[in-house]
């Protein structure tokens, strides 16, 4: 009975010290930042920027679409629901920023079974591959409200930062609920119901940036293809959908500017045949306006998007 009174005392203390410093570091500033933001690198506010607010709020009215669309911001910013709803489909965009495998699964077990959506168009970028899924995370956390699939997102990260932001966030939500937070209204875009982004932008602004970087590789993480792995069987198995997975056409600066970027994308297709599941590298099929289809290195404008969504209906036939 000691021993156990000692452990409940052990926890308490910690937690109450766990919470306190948690306090002290998000309240000290340095150069307008808490500490907590400057040592974790998080710079996430609600309701501002990437629309995820508004997106995820919108999404708890959502069932019984004909396809669901998932991935990064190429996902929110590059299928638009209105050309689909012309063609007589059902949509709902569930992209968000920087969103890697990793977090469009934990995703998908929180919304898929709701949404239910006959097909799952899952977009992946190259490039997020890299990456650990914290940035995405950090932006979903800090937009959506905590459920045990942001837990288990949390733990998946496997940073430390992930836990500390999560607690942060419930922290600050004591003082001003998330339901009392309104999203921004982000400079030369509009939302369009059904979770796309639209630009404003006509042209490429940043083509030079390509163009002075040079080249370089990509060098994909083995728990990102496993979470690829893991949306497919999830989907099919699971829930029972058709998924099918593409990649949207890229500056062609860009794609020539990845040295191993077909390697990437063979490594998607092997992944897509292994489980039965078509893959579209749209990249390897046609080449977009550097200048008029992109609005910067790697996002469409609006008349790119109906370009890609035009070539997408015809291979959903």
Excluded: W
């Excluded at 890697?100 to 709701?114: G, I, V």
């Excluded at 836990?163 to 369009?192: G, R, T």
């Amino acid at each position: 009975m000691k021993h156990a009174f000692r452990i409940f005392l052990f926890l308490f203390f910690f937690v109450v010290i766990y919470v306190f410093t948690l306090m002290f570091f998000s309240k000290f500033q340095i150069n307008d930042k808490s500490l907590l933001q400057s040592i974790s690198n998080y710079n996430v506010r609600a309701g501002v920027g990437g629309q995820t607010l508004r997106r995820f709020r919108e999404i708890n009215e959502v069932n019984n679409v004909d396809i669901l669309f998932i991935g990064s911001s190429h996902t929110y910013r590059g299928f638009d629901p209105r050309i689909f709803a012309s063609y007589g489909y059902t949509s709902y965009n569930m992209g968000s920023s920087a969103q890697t495998p990793l977090n469009t699964y934990f995703l998908l077990k929180r919304y898929l079974k709701q949404i239910n959506p006959k097909l799952v168009v899952f977009e992946i970028y190259p490039l997020l591959l890299s990456k650990d899924g914290l940035e995405s995370y950090f932006d979903l956390v800090t937009n959506i409200p905590i459920s045990y699939n942001i837990l288990e997102m949390a733990f998946a990260v496997k940073n430390p930062h992930a836990l500390h932001i999560l607690v942060k966030n419930q922290l600050d939500q004591l003082k001003a609920p998330l339901s009392s937070i309104n999203q921004n209204e982000v400079e030369n875009e509009i939302y369009i119901s059904g979770g796309y982004c639209e630009t404003k932008f006509t042209q490429n602004r940043g083509l030079t940036n390509i163009l002075t970087k040079g080249k370089g590789s990509v060098k994909p993480s083995e728990k990102q293809i496993e979470y690829v792995r893991k949306i497919i069987k999830f989907v099919k198995e699971k829930c029972g959908s058709n998924i099918i997975i593409v990649t949207q056409p890229l500056p062609h600066e860009y794609v020539e500017a990845t040295n191993n970027y077909f390697e990437i994308t063979e490594k998607i297709a092997e992944i897509a045949n292994e489980r039965e599941v078509k893959y579209i590298d749209y990249n390897k099929i046609v080449k977009f306006n550097s200048m008029t289809d992109f609005f910067d290195n790697d996002h469409l404008t609006s008349s790119g998007v109906k370009k890609f969504n035009m070539l997408l209906l015809h291979d959903l036939k």
